[in-house]
């Protein structure tokens, strides 16, 4: 006789009395009423028994241990239903509901005649009460984790109050499992815990018009749960044949009992690790919880994000995104061709035939008439429902092929996917087969994009190879413009000492110049030595070069200034813009070039007294490529310069007037602010 413990159980009677009263009235209506109601009733009636076992004790006690199982198979159905679990998804509810009467038969028998016997009950007993507050506290997590913040408000004291009373199961039974006994203070406490979880009961029912049976278990969750659970499940039946070993193998029982705990841990590890296993789990989870078998948001989200990683490999990682989604482990690609045939572009865990398909090939033709997804097993066994479907040697030749899948892409085919044999069985109805033929058209899609990309980047490589080619061909026309004028005047300068060495520095830097292109030629892109480079050297170099044309250019510099560039680009800038201005102005009229330093620039300035140029023609053509209004001219010099000015981060200005002449103002952003100190020059 426990008196502590009546009181106990006595006040849990009472106050789940009242709930249940409260819930079955006043509160009538409320969402769930009914199966709240029920639990309630049923947690009073196991506190009654309770309190009558520990007043009068042992006839009372078998119906405790009865109702015990009524009472957490209310409360665990009721945690189901609030989870939404209907139609074809209270299947899941047998096991559970199979799981609680073996329960009840087991602490209705319990009482034996063999104390062996007696104590093995016992010890089951106890590791099924383990397991159901497991499985208790695990809906109850999986309850309050997947509810909005506003359910959550309405919903949080019950998930407090039911997580409390299988958090109290939990820690009597584990205590009672280690020391093979329940111990009475923890099981006389009990009650008080029961009754004061009561009111946290009443607070949520008050607050649950906000209650929703939306069913929003993650997949995720629910599969690693399911694992963990399945773990916990496996590890207490293992325990319990360990200690059966030790009991009864006499001297060689530790010895048993180690080998199969080994063992045990062993197999769970393979089990874990396998991927028809982990397969098999997922399927049978979306089959069993779910209304649709695939949760279209992540899988959509896996599905991008595996199609749109960084690199090439398109096609490998296409076959394992499809493949994943019906636990396949690899298949094999094949990719459209110039029109003509189908090529082979990936293949993950088989090896087919390297050949290509042509576009007239049965299969390619069915596939992309019907755009269907063939079952290779079904066209097997009924070839009527492929309208008698002939499939390439290459294909039928592979060992555990089975689906084929259409890449479809605008209405036409881009391509097919083989996907070997699933990992698991997998029910091929509508909703896989459309997945797969939407998940197919958008890797058709990250396909084509990555063939654009590539065709792109060889456009993009001929594309700059021409540009330096027309870059390199409009300098060799200055070179050959140089030439020629020196060739013709040398019929009439030939005998003059200081054309002879203008000649020669010409031919010598037209030598140098061309080596320089052949340089850059050869090596697919220009040779720059980007330093400090001296302004006034360099416009000397400049207007040296053009000593030989009429007007002769004309330098002027207040000073000197540094500047960071490549001395051989610049050089070439700087000289386009004096022979423009040379070729633009009569033989009377003028050419001067200027350096001086303003603001923290290098400023250059090119000037002629020639025809000059509108505003217009300056603001629609002086800059286009290729315009130019030269009969020999490739409309690019112009375009250079600036171009490679704004590189250096300067400027490139023009102010011309018609019939009055044209200014070129080069701007450059001075070296270190430096100016190098000089003398005019002339």
């Known amino acids: 006789m426990n008196p502590v413990a009546g009181w106990s159980y006595g006040s849990a009677a009472l106050a789940f009395l009242l709930l249940a009263a409260a819930v079955a009235t006043v509160w009538r209506g409320r969402p769930h009423g009914r199966m709240l109601a029920l639990a309630c009733m049923c947690t009073c009636a196991w506190a009654a028994a309770c309190a009558a076992a520990a007043l009068l004790g042992a006839p009372w006690t078998a119906v405790a241990d009865l109702l015990e199982a009524v009472r957490g198979a209310a409360w665990t159905a009721f945690l189901f239903i609030l989870l939404g679990y209907r139609g074809e998804q209270r299947g899941i509810l047998i096991p559970v509901a199979a799981a609680y009467a073996l329960y009840a038969l087991a602490a209705g028998l319990r009482e034996v005649s063999e104390p062996v016997a007696q104590l093995a009950g016992t010890q089951a007993l106890v590791l099924a009460r383990l397991g159901f507050a497991v499985l208790g506290m695990l809906l109850v997590e999986h ?20 997580l409390a009373m299988f958090v109290f199961d939990f820690y009597m039974y584990s205590d009672a499992a280690l020391l093979r006994g329940v111990n009475p203070d923890i099981w006389a406490a009990r009650g008080f815990g029961a009754a004061l979880c009561a009111p946290l009961l009443a607070i949520s029912v008050a607050r649950s018009a906000s209650w929703s049976t939306g069913l929003s278990v993650s997949r995720s969750m629910l599969f690693h749960s399911a694992a963990l659970a399945g773990c916990a ?11 059966f070993l030790r009991y009864f193998g006499g001297r ?79 298949g094999a690609l094949w990719v459209r061709r110039d029109d003509s045939r189908f090529e082979l572009a990936a293949h993950i865990n088989t090896t087919p035939a390297q050949e290509a398909l042509p576009a007239g090939d049965p299969l390619c033709m069915f596939l992309e008439a019907r755009q269907w997804v063939v079952d290779l097993r079904e066209l097997a066994a009924s070839p009527g429902a492929y309208d008698g479907l002939a499939i390439p040697a290459a294909i039928a030749a592979l060992p555990r092929a089975r689906l084929v899948v259409p890449l479809v892409l605008h209405g036409r ?59 390199i061909v409009h300098d060799l026309k200055n070179l050959v413009s140089q030439l020629s004028l020196l060739s013709s005047n040398a019929q009439t ?62 330098l002027a510099c207040e000073g000197d200034a540094a500047v960071l560039a490549d001395a051989e680009r610049l050089e070439r800038v700087v000289g386009h813009l004096i022979q423009n201005a040379i070729e633009a102005t009569p033989k009377e009229g003028r050419v001067a070039v200027s350096l001086r330093t303003a603001g923290g620039e290098a400023l250059v300035e090119v000037t002629d007294t020639g025809a000059g140029m509108s505003e217009e023609f300056i603001r629609e053509r002086l800059f286009k490529p290729f315009e130019s209004t030269k009969a020999a001219g490739m409309g690019i010099g112009a375009f250079e310069s600036r171009e490679y000015i704004r590189e250096l981060g300067g400027r490139l200005e023009v102010s011309s007037q018609p019939l009055c002449g044209t200014t070129f103002r080069i701007a450059l952003p001075l070296h270190e602010a430096g100016r190098i100190g000089g003398a005019d020059a002339a």
């Open 143 to 162: 309850l309050y984790r997947n509810k909005t913040a506003q359910q959550r408000w309405a919903i949080k004291f019950a998930c407090m109050a039911i």
């Open 233 to 243: 499940v496996y590890l207490l039946l293992m325990g319990t044949a360990g200690y």
């Open 413 to 471: 085919l881009a391509g097919f996917m083989l996907l070997l044999e699933p990992r698991s069985r997998i029910a091929l109805n509508w909703e896989v087969i459309d997945l797969l033929k939407i998940a197919g058209s958008q890797a058709a899609s990250h396909l084509a994009q990555q063939e654009a990309a590539d065709a792109l980047m060889v456009a993009r490589q001929f594309e700059s190879f021409n540009r330096m080619s027309t870059f």
């Open 493 to 554: 300068h030939s005998a003059n000492p200081e054309f002879q060495r203008d000649m020669a520095e010409t031919v010598a830097h037209s030598v140098r110049k061309m080596k320089l292109l052949l340089q850059r030629l050869s090596r697919g892109g220009a040779l720059e030595r980007t330093g400090p480079l001296s302004m006034a050297e360099l416009l000397g170099r400049a207007v040296a070069l053009k000593a030989a044309f009429e007007p002769r250019p004309v």
């Open 252 to 330: 060689w029982g530790p010895v048993m009992q180690l080998a199969f705990l080994f063992g045990a841990g062993v197999l769970l590890a393979v089990i874990l690790f396998s991927g028809s296993f982990r397969a098999w789990l997922k399927v049978f989870i979306s089959k069993h919880f779910y209304t649709y078998h695939y949760d279209y948001r992540e899988e959509w989200m896996r599905l991008t994000r595996a199609l749109s990683e960084h690199g090439h490999g398109v096609a490998e990682r296409a076959i394992h995104a499809l493949g994943a989604l019906v636990e396949s482990p690899g």
